[in-house]
């Protein structure tokens, strides 16, 4: 059996959170899609997929991930923290094989383009992945107004603390309150209930 927590924030600068996520335990589901910021219907977009998604995996009890755009999943294991998935942005897809170097990506105009979203009319290739979490194991889905602002080794200080899922949802998106994030922030804890 597994245990979940999940919150979820506008960030500093937006008034509206075009996030969206829902958890059903009973079902294995553990679901979260990041809405385009200032983008029309983003909310609408990001809630329906989440829905769709949901609908979908309902018969399934396998634990596997679908991913599209820059949402992240990361698993946290034995101390370290390892990125699940792999973003659908032209920094992954064009900046990183054109040899474009790690600090000049940080700053690239492009930086926060996106090659794939649900909503924009066309056709997605969703990624899938499967993990098999073992003992204390904590799998992490997050929006990039999270992941975005807050350092990976912050991430895993955060996880592999005493503290319950709760706390370290909370925890979480005040470090990346406190690093001023511009984005919604959201975040799923997942683990194997002790």
Not at 130 to 148: E, K, N, P, R, Y
Request: charged fraction near 20%; glycine fraction near 10%; hydrophobic fraction near 40%.
């Amino acid at each position: 059996m597994l245990e979940a927590y999940a919150l979820t924030d506008p960030g500093r600068v937006r008034t509206n959170n075009q996030d969206f996520f829902r958890i059903v335990p009973e079902l294995g589901l553990y679901l979260l899609a990041d809405g385009m910021g200032g983008a029309r219907g983003g909310e609408r977009a990001s809630r329906l997929a989440v829905e769709c998604v949901a609908e979908t995996l309902a018969n399934s009890h396998d634990l596997a991930i679908a991913s599209v755009g820059d949402s992240r999943a990361y698993l946290f294991r034995q101390g370290a923290l390892r990125t699940v998935t792999e973003d659908q942005t032209w920094v992954q897809e064009v900046g990183r094989p054109l040899g474009l170097n790690e600090e000049s990506l940080k700053t690239h105009p492009m930086r926060h383009v996106l090659t794939m979203a649900v909503g924009v009319g066309v056709a997605i290739r969703i990624r899938y992945y499967a993990v098999q979490l073992t003992g204390a194991d904590i799998m992490m889905l997050s929006s990039d107004g999270l992941h975005g602002v807050i350092g990976e080794s912050n991430i895993g200080a955060i996880l592999g603390d005493s503290n319950s899922l709760e706390q370290k949802c909370r925890d979480l998106i005040d470090a990346a309150h406190e690093n001023g994030s511009p984005d919604n922030i959201t975040v799923v804890l997942i683990r194997i209930a002790a």
